[in-house]
């Protein structure tokens, strides 16, 4: 099975509630997508320990919170997907890198699927900056 990385908006830091019941609503987006980005993701202002630290980026293992300014660089960054508008129907995302043997890894991904993913979570971001939420992405 494929690692995930969860999203889902929530009034304010208080009310983040990560069981059975709040995932159903969570915007799943692929980990290799996340790899595959990792340093263009690093733009993304960001806040960890529940706001009380400044970052940038996507925390790897914990909970990320985002504010309207990340969530706004966040959401221009994946552009809906767009990016892989032209791609192949299976498209070689580059991901973590294997240091036993000096080279990368690369993982064969849907086109379809991480499309979606994207577009799910562009209009996740949409709404939480119309509703004046933040946006908690729970690390793997």
């Known amino acids: 099975m494929a690692l ?3 999203f889902e908006m929530f009034k304010s830091s208080k009310n983040v ?3 059975k019941e709040t995932r159903k609503n969570m915007v799943s987006v692929d980990d290799t997508f996340i790899l595959y980005g990792i340093d263009t993701l690093k733009w993304i202002p960001s806040f960890s320990k529940n706001f ?3 970052s940038n980026g996507l925390d790897y293992y914990e909970r990320t919170y985002l504010d309207s ?3 706004t660089v966040l959401k221009g960054i994946i ?4 990016i892989f508008k032209y791609c192949p129907v299976k ?3 580059t991901s ?3 240091t036993e043997n000096g080279k990368f890894n690369s993982v064969i991904i849907e086109k379809e699927t991480l499309v979606t993913q994207l577009q799910d979570l562009f209009v996740l971001c949409d ?3 119309k509703k004046d939420y933040i946006l908690v992405h729970f690390g793997i």
């Not at 552009?79 to 767009?82: K, T």
């Open 69 to 71: 300014e990340g969530i």
């Open 79 to 82: 552009g809906g997907g767009q």
């Open 17 to 19: 509630v990560f069981n």
């Open 91 to 93: 498209i070689e995302l």
């Open 127 to 129: 709404s939480a900056i």
């Open 4 to 6: 995930t990385r969860e």
């Open 52 to 54: 009380e630290q400044s």
């Open 96 to 98: 973590d890198c294997d």
